[in-house]
C-alpha cells in the first residue's frame, strides 16, 4: 500500500448505520477475527493492551443485546421524553447487524499510565477495525448510548473494566457519501 491508498482509505470511512444494512446478511467469522487482529496492532503505551472485545455474532446474542438496549431505554427515559419509534431501533439494530461487538476497556491493573492513554488506545483499536470494515465493504459505526456506557453487568465485566461503546457491522446498500472536512490548515499551527 502505497501513501495515496492509505489516504484515500482514510477518507472513504464513514459511519453506515443499522437501517442501511442487509438484515439478516451475516459478517462471516473469518472477517470479524481479521478486523479483531487489525484493532490487536493498534499503538499501546508500555504495551498494555486495554482493549477488549465481545462478540455478538449469533442471531440469538444479538437478539439479548437488543432486549437489553430496549429495556435499557424504557427503564431510564423519562416519560415525556419516551419514543416509541427510539425504543423500537434500539432494540431491533442489533438484530439488522451482521454482528456487533461491545468496546471494552481493560485498565492495566497497577494504572501504571493515565486513563486516558489506555481510552486512546481502544479508540485507535477501533479506527483499524473501522479501517478494515471500509476496506472490505462493511458497513460499520461505533455506538455509544448511556446504555452502552452502564452494560458492566449485562456484558459480565471484571473490576478495571468498562464498555465504551458498541460497534455495529452489516452488509449494506446505500449510495456513497461524500466527506466532509474543514481545511486542516484551519486546525493547524505552525511553530
Not at 60 to 86: D, H, I, M, Q, V
Not at 97 to 123: C, N, Q, T
Request: net charge neutral; charged share 25%; aromatic share 12%.
Amino acid at each position: 500500500m502505497n501513501l495515496n491508498s492509505i489516504s484515500e482509505l482514510i477518507r472513504r470511512r464513514r459511519a453506515v448505520f443499522p437501517k442501511f444494512y442487509l438484515a439478516g446478511k451475516p459478517v462471516e467469522r473469518a472477517l470479524i477475527e481479521q478486523l479483531l487482529e487489525n484493532a490487536n496492532w493498534a499503538p499501546t503505551h508500555k504495551l498494555t493492551e486495554p482493549w477488549r472485545f465481545q462478540v455478538f455474532h449469533s442471531e440469538e446474542s444479538r437478539r439479548r443485546l437488543g432486549e437489553y438496549l430496549a429495556e435499557y431505554y424504557r427503564k431510564n427515559t423519562p416519560e415525556a421524553l419516551f419514543s416509541e419509534e427510539k425504543w423500537k431501533k434500539s432494540g431491533e439494530n442489533p438484530l439488522r447487524s451482521g454482528a456487533v461487538i461491545a468496546i471494552v476497556l481493560h485498565r492495566d491493573p497497577l494504572e501504571s499510565i493515565p486513563e486516558f492513554e489506555e481510552i486512546a488506545a481502544v479508540a485507535m483499536a477501533v479506527q483499524n477495525m473501522w479501517l478494515t470494515c471500509t476496506e472490505a465493504g462493511l458497513g460499520c459505526y461505533w455506538s455509544t448510548p448511556k446504555a452502552a456506557l452502564e452494560a458492566d453487568a449485562f456484558l459480565g465485566l471484571s473490576p478495571g473494566e468498562r464498555c465504551l461503546g458498541f460497534f455495529y457491522m452489516g452488509w449494506y446498500d446505500m449510495p456513497e457519501i461524500p466527506g466532509k472536512r474543514k481545511p486542516v490548515s484551519d486546525k493547524t499551527r505552525w511553530l
